[in-house]
Nanobody, 123 residues
Framework: VQLQASGGGLVQAGGSLRLSCAAS????????MGWFRQAPGKERELVAA????????YYADSVKGRFTISRDNAKKTVYLQMNSLKPEDTAVYYC?????????????????WGQGTQVTVSS
């Protein structure tokens, strides 16, 4: 599956952004999906993930209650709604596909990656 992420930008603290990740290929609905982020000088971290059906989700503690991951299998798209953004959310955000139906927790579990979209939150 090929992935194309979009929706990043510059926003003030407290603001919102919605990231989208459009997939191509016929097997999108059988993939679990994840959103990772990487800030300068830091390791890539899993922010949120969703199972193939959308029935099971995961959030990192740092974004729980502020971010929401969702997917539309008919549109082959996964979303990350980000509310109450903080300067520490500034990073490049990547969507990724895990070929299993349940998501993995580390980068090596994912075999397809989008190109990344920059999110910058100003204080």
């Amino acid at each position: 599956v090929q992935l194309q992420a979009s929706g990043g930008g510059l926003v003030q603290a407290g603001g919102s952004l919605r990231l989208s990740c459009a997939a191509s290929g016929r097997t999108f609905s059988s993939y679990a999906m994840g959103w990772f982020r990487q800030a300068p000088g830091k390791e890539r971290e899993l922010v949120a993930a969703i199972s193939w059906s959308g029935g099971v989700t995961y959030y990192a503690d740092s974004v729980k209650g502020r971010f929401t991951i969702s997917r539309d299998n008919a549109k082959k798209t996964v979303y990350l709604q980000m509310n109450s953004l903080k300067p520490e959310d500034t990073a490049v955000y990547y969507c990724a596909a895990d070929p299993r139906m349940m998501y993995g927790s580390v980068s090596r579990d994912y075999d397809s990656w989008g190109q990344g979209t920059q999110v910058t939150v100003s204080s």
